[in-house]
């Protein structure tokens, strides 16, 4: 009936702002769901608010938007964390009525969005909670994944999304470089910028190619900053050292001439610039470029490599 398809489309949307009016609403619903790859075109067909008792409705084209549009429950608009519900009379196709009013818990999925974030360097021994207790003092969390070896065993990095789109910066700045035991963090965007470059990881199809923002042409330099690739633990080694020296430079030689190479090394209560870097400058802007698109989102001692560009000048 007429009724219950109208209520299949909509979305009871609790602790609005007050005095937001219906097109602000609007606006924001449809640009939320397109930022987050839930809509190439505007949703939205109409808002009704509720001033008295500061609640909307938004109603989509279709259920499956008011469905994706259930995702949203928590985000933060003009200050105000939303309540994102199904109507009272809402009837899911097959689904039992006590399941109506689950809220909504925060998914171990984290899609391909330009607002995924990549976190690495966490120390082994942190599990899901305590990671999520950090991310979380940014703001809510929408979705969050600990990568994890088939033991169980935590791999040291993880990916995660908040609830507000805005906070993404705000927690990379944050947390990026953090000491946290005896590691620091890399935490920036998961780009996917490097994924429609054709042959791009074509090897490693399940792996997500990381690198810092869209891989550009003309934000290339000439040095290659890698990053998850190394311990400072393993570089104390002599030996361990020569060896990754060896792959790295045999690996970045691929992709041109490489004019130096530098693999900052702990000292004794000393602080190491860049330690847990590793730095290749190129002869030309091109060759490094080559070399982020095909090394970022590669395994290397089964971690996966960040790779980006870095100022000759630093």
Known sequence: NATVARQAR??????????????????????TMQTMGLATAPSVLSVHINRERNYAFV?????????????????????????VR????????GEPADMMHMPVLVSTVVPDTPNKIFIGGLPMYL???????????FGELRAFHLVKEPSGASKGFAFCEYADPSVTDLACQGLNNMELGERRLVVQRASQGAKHGGEVGGAFPALDILSVGTVKDEDATRVLQLMNMVTPEELE???EYRDIWEDIEEECAKFGEIVDMKIPR???????????KIFVRFSTNQQTMAAVRSLAGRRFADRIVLASFIDEDN
């Open 10 to 31: 909509r979305v009871y949307v609790g602790q609005i702002p007050l005095g937001i009016d219906e097109q602000s609403m609007s606006d924001f619903f449809n640009q």
């Open 59 to 83: 109603e989509f084209y279709d259920p499956d938007q008011a469905t994706s549009a259930m995702a949203f429950d928590g985000i933060v608009f003009q200050g105000q964390a939303l309540r």
């Open 86 to 93: 199904r109507p009272k009379d809402y009837q899911p196709a």
């Open 127 to 137: 599990n899901e909670d305590q990671i999520m207790e950090l991310l979380q003092s």
């Open 237 to 239: 080694n002599d030996e």
């Open 266 to 276: 702990p000292h004794a209560n000393q602080i190491v610039p860049g330690l847990g």
